[in-house]
Structures are given as structure tokens and as C-alpha cells.
């Protein structure tokens, strides 16, 4: 929202700091006028309704995307409430998940086996290590870029694990030998269930949304 204000206040300056510019052969206008000139105040009022709508839009398209999980996070919150569960630290838990995301992304895309498993559990890392070490055999990598976390959020908290809403954006390429196979810039999300063992939380699963 101020982000919102700020552009809103910046273009008010420049719509009323501009003077109209009129095209004319010579310095006049050619042939007879059509209609009058728009005023500064109109331009102004145009351009932030323009701003106001992408603005709505933007917002409306963020929760569309984010209300199966809104839904689930209220869910969650009611029940822990009504059992008066300590385990559950929100903050705390959205700190280590937005570490986990950008360490295991980067891993991932640079092969780094050792922090793989560091914060992958133990099943999980020899699947990623198994398809890894396939993808070398045949000659395909897959390098990930502008690595962003854009939403997270815990939807359901169990005694010893929980899931945790992801909405990344990146640039993930798929390349076998110097041929890029697939090129993918969208926003995508998918729910990761941790599990905490000794203190301690390891990605276990990965789900798209649809599977959830």
C-alpha cells in the first residue's frame, strides 16, 4: 500500500508539472481543431484510475492464488488455539522455511550434495541424489535463476512435522548438452512438509497444487 501512494503521489507531480504540447506544421495546428485539449487534472485522473485498476487486479489475482492456503492457515490457527498447542511459532517457522527454499534451490541447481543433505531428510535426499545422478548420465542439467520466494505460510502444524505453503517465481531452465529443452519464468506453488527431528527440520515431501 505504500508502494501504492508513493507512485500515486509521484505521478500527480508529473501530470501537473507538464504543460500540453500541441503538433503543429510550422509551430500552428494543421487544419481545423478537434475538440478541446485535455486538461492536466484529466490526465492526472486518468493515469490513476489506470494505476487504482492494475493495482485491484493485482491484488485480486495474489488472493485467488493464495485462498486455498489463506483457508487452511485459518483452519490450522482456530484448532491450535482450541488445543493450545506451544509447538507452533509462525514467525519462526516462515524464517527457517524462507532459509530452507533459497538453500535448497541454489543447491540444487549448483548439485551441492552436501547441503542437499543437510536440510532434505533422508529419503528425500536419495530420491534427489538418484534423479541428479541420472540427469548427469544422460547430459541434462537444470539451472535456476532469480531465485524468489514470494509467499510462505504454515497451513497445518502436526507433532513432529508441518506444511508450509510456497510461492516461488524463478528462471528454470532445463538444458541437455548446449540445447535449453524448456525455459519457465512463471509463478508457481506447491506445499513442503518439513519434519523436525532432534531440533531440527528436514524437507521431507514436495506436493504441487493440485495434489493437495
Not at 508502494?3 to 500515486?8: M, T
Not at 485522473?45 to 485459518?74: D, N, P, Q, T, W
Request: charged fraction near 30%; glycine fraction near 6%; proline fraction near 1%.
Amino acid at each position: 500500500m505504500k508502494r501504492l501512494i508513493r507512485c500515486l503521489f509521484i505521478v500527480c507531480i508529473l501530470c501537473f508539472s507538464v504543460s500540453p504540447v500541441y503538433a503543429r506544421a510550422g509551430g500552428g495546428g494543421g487544419g481545423s481543431g478537434g475538440g478541446h485539449p485535455a486538461s492536466n487534472e484529466d490526465r492526472a485522473a486518468s493515469v490513476i484510475l489506470f494505476i487504482l485498476g492494475s493495482y485491484s487486479l493485482s491484488c485480486f489475482e495474489k488472493y485467488r492464488r493464495r485462498y486455498k492456503a489463506i483457508s487452511m492457515h485459518k483452519a490450522m490457527k482456530k484448532e491450535l488455539k482450541e488445543k493450545n498447542n506451544a509447538f507452533f511459532e509462525e514467525m519462526k517457522m516462515n524464517r527457517e522455511v524462507t532459509h530452507y527454499y533459497y538453500a535448497i534451490q541454489n543447491a540444487w541447481s549448483d548439485k551441492d550434495m552436501d547441503t542437499l543433505k543437510q536440510h532434505l531428510s533422508s529419503s528425500l535426499y536419495d530420491q534427489w541424489k538418484t534423479k541428479l545422478n541420472w540427469w548427469e548420465y544422460e547430459g541434462i542439467r537444470n539451472e535456476l535463476s532469480d531465485i524468489r520466494l514470494l509467499k510462505t505460510m504454515v497451513v497445518e502444524v502436526g507433532d513432529d512435522y508441518f506444511w508450509s505453503y510456497i510461492e516461488g517465481k524463478m528462471r528454470d531452465r532445463m538444458i541437455k548438452g548446449d540445447e535449453v529443452t524448456q525455459d519457465n519464468k512463471e509463478i508457481f506453488i506447491e506445499y513442503w512438509r518439513f519434519i523436525v527431528e532432534d531440533d531440527k527440520i528436514y524437507l521431507d515431501e514436495i506436493r504441487q497444487e493440485d495434489e493437495v
